[in-house]
């Protein structure tokens, strides 16, 4: 047996194991008290893994892809997984209660208050843990909010059912964020804004459009994103109350520090909300071979210490972190471990235990918390 295998062995016990007691098995047991989250920090966190014992099937884990000779390549899950990365505890489900007490946990211990759920539907897979993720987050003084995901057959329609379903069913819950900076809404983000003109947007977004949720019982802070150097025109237009910054590629004009600044005047002059959004890397070459112009590689953290510094010396009122668990594009701050397969030697955190972004996360948001 490898040492790999041996680490990945003793990290599986860590979670299985018991002593008769119900707490958190899995993750760092130096919590800090509830007053410590930072409730203005929103992590993107992915609710659609599964496992054959527990769903099935995997879900998530697997996968097909391609190498650079366009052939197809197949990754089943179990330790051959669709990432770049390998998870500490391996491959889990996201309907498992001790996956989620663990990733409360883990997120407890770094700081950050709110998770915000990718939603694909109330019909969709990733819907089943809602529920769950909810009642454990308030354990840990932990709020959920959601961002809509871009999934197929999304429609202005759907969305703004989404956000109707979500707070009609959620919205007294505990846990469900409210946030007092706004008039006390809630906030959803929207992945892959763009894919609806601004037209659209505003037919659900502006006070007369056809179905608006402004001045009902579902209005809500509608984040969009901003990804070319124009969107800020078009967030106003189409009635966002502010943006974040995702990226499509490295390229990405928003996902760049240096035009930063500039986005931040373009907010205050227009009254929009301005959410920078930190990555510690990208990689999803393990699916898309392909893609290796977008590869941003961590070196060593560095990387992501850049983004947090741009985005702290802006005093932005909200900061999203892409991501807790978005495995397969690489982004994720969840513990890592190193593994070698035949052909193939995951890449980890190059430190010993592989909790080096959940420390450095606690570090920043203790100098960024109001």
Same mark, same amino acid.
């Given at each position: 047996?490898? %040492?790999?295998?041996?680490?990945?062995? +003793?990290?599986?016990? &860590?979670?299985?194991?018991?002593?008769?007691?119900?707490?958190?098995?899995?993750?760092?047991? $130096?919590?800090?008290?509830?007053?410590?989250?930072?409730?203005?920090?929103?992590?993107?966190?992915?609710?659609?893994?599964?496992?054959?014992?527990?769903? !099935?099937?995997? @879900?998530?884990?697997?996968?097909?892809?391609?190498? %650079?000779? !366009?052939?197809?390549?197949?990754?089943?899950?179990?330790?051959?997984?669709?990432?770049?990365?390998?998870?500490?505890?391996?491959?889990?489900?996201? /309907?498992?209660?001790?996956?989620?007490?663990?990733?409360?946990?883990? &997120?407890?211990?770094?700081?950050?208050?709110?998770?915000?759920?990718?939603?694909?539907?109330?019909?969709?897979?990733?819907?089943?843990?809602?529920?769950?993720?909810?009642?454990?987050?308030?354990?840990?003084?932990?709020?959920? $909010?959601?961002? *809509?995901?871009?999934?197929?057959?999304?429609?202005?329609?759907?969305?703004?059912?989404? +956000?109707?379903?979500?707070?009609?069913?959620?919205? %007294?819950?505990?846990?469900?964020? +409210?946030?007092?900076? =706004?008039?006390?809404?809630?906030?959803?983000?929207?992945?892959?804004?763009? =894919?609806?003109?601004?037209?659209?947007?505003?037919?659900?977004?502006?006070?007369?459009?056809?179905?608006?949720?402004?001045?009902?019982?579902? $209005?809500?802070?509608?984040?969009? !994103?901003?990804?070319?150097?124009? #969107?800020? #025109? @078009?967030?106003?237009?189409?009635?966002? #109350?502010?943006?974040?910054?995702?990226?499509?590629?490295?390229?990405?004009?928003?996902?760049?520090?240096? /035009?930063?600044?500039?986005?931040?005047?373009?907010?205050?002059?227009?009254?929009? *909300?301005? *959410?920078?959004?930190?990555?510690?890397?990208?990689?999803?070459? @393990?699916?898309?071979?392909?893609?290796?112009?977008?590869?941003?590689?961590?070196?060593?953290?560095?990387?992501?210490?850049?983004?947090? %510094?741009?985005?702290?010396? &802006?005093?932005?009122?909200?900061?999203?972190?892409?991501?807790?668990?978005?495995?397969?594009?690489?982004?994720?701050?969840?513990?890592?471990?190193? &593994?070698?397969?035949?052909?193939?030697?995951?890449?980890?955190?190059?430190?010993?235990?592989?909790?080096?972004?959940?420390?450095?996360?606690?570090?920043?948001?203790?100098?960024?918390?109001?």
């Amino acid at each position: 047996m490898t %040492k790999n295998m041996i680490f990945l062995l +003793i990290m599986t016990l &860590l979670m299985s194991c018991g002593d008769g007691k119900e707490k958190n098995r899995s993750g760092p047991r $130096d919590t800090p008290p509830m007053s410590a989250r930072s409730h203005d920090i929103h992590i993107f966190y992915h609710a659609g893994f599964g496992t054959p014992e527990i769903d !099935g099937e995997y @879900r998530s884990w697997n996968s097909e892809g391609e190498n %650079k000779m !366009g052939e197809s390549l197949s990754y089943p899950g179990g330790m051959d997984i669709a990432s770049s990365f390998f998870p500490a505890y391996g491959c889990y489900s996201s /309907n498992d209660p001790r996956v989620i007490e663990s990733h409360m946990g883990q &997120l407890a211990v770094a700081q950050t208050g709110v998770v915000c759920v990718l939603w694909y539907g109330k019909d969709s897979y990733e819907s089943r843990p809602v529920q769950m993720i909810l009642d454990t987050a308030v354990r840990y003084s932990i709020r959920v $909010d959601f961002m *809509i995901a871009a999934y197929e057959g999304r429609t202005i329609e759907s969305v703004a059912g989404d +956000i109707r379903h979500i707070i009609d069913t959620w919205g %007294k819950h505990e846990a469900f964020y +409210i946030t007092d900076r =706004s008039g006390m809404l809630p906030m959803f983000f929207i992945e892959q804004t763009w =894919s609806f003109e601004t037209e659209v947007w505003a037919s659900i977004l502006s006070e007369k459009g056809t179905g608006t949720i402004r001045n009902t019982p579902f $209005d809500a802070i509608l984040i969009g !994103g901003w990804e070319d150097s124009g #969107d800020g #025109d @078009r967030v106003l237009d189409a009635g966002f #109350d502010g943006f974040y910054t995702p990226y499509s590629s490295a390229e990405t004009w928003g996902a760049d520090v240096t /035009n930063w600044e500039e986005m931040n005047l373009f907010a205050m002059d227009n009254t929009l *909300i301005f *959410i920078p959004t930190l990555r510690p890397g990208y990689d999803d070459t @393990r699916i898309h071979s392909w893609n290796g112009g977008a590869v941003i590689d961590r070196d060593v953290g560095e990387f992501y210490m850049t983004m947090v %510094k741009a985005a702290l010396k &802006l005093k932005p009122p909200y900061i999203s972190l892409d991501s807790f668990n978005h495995w397969q594009a690489g982004t994720q701050i969840e513990p890592a471990a190193p &593994l070698k397969l035949q052909e193939f030697e995951y890449k980890n955190y190059r430190d010993e235990n592989g909790y080096r972004y959940l420390r450095v996360t606690k570090e920043w948001v203790k100098g960024f918390s109001r």
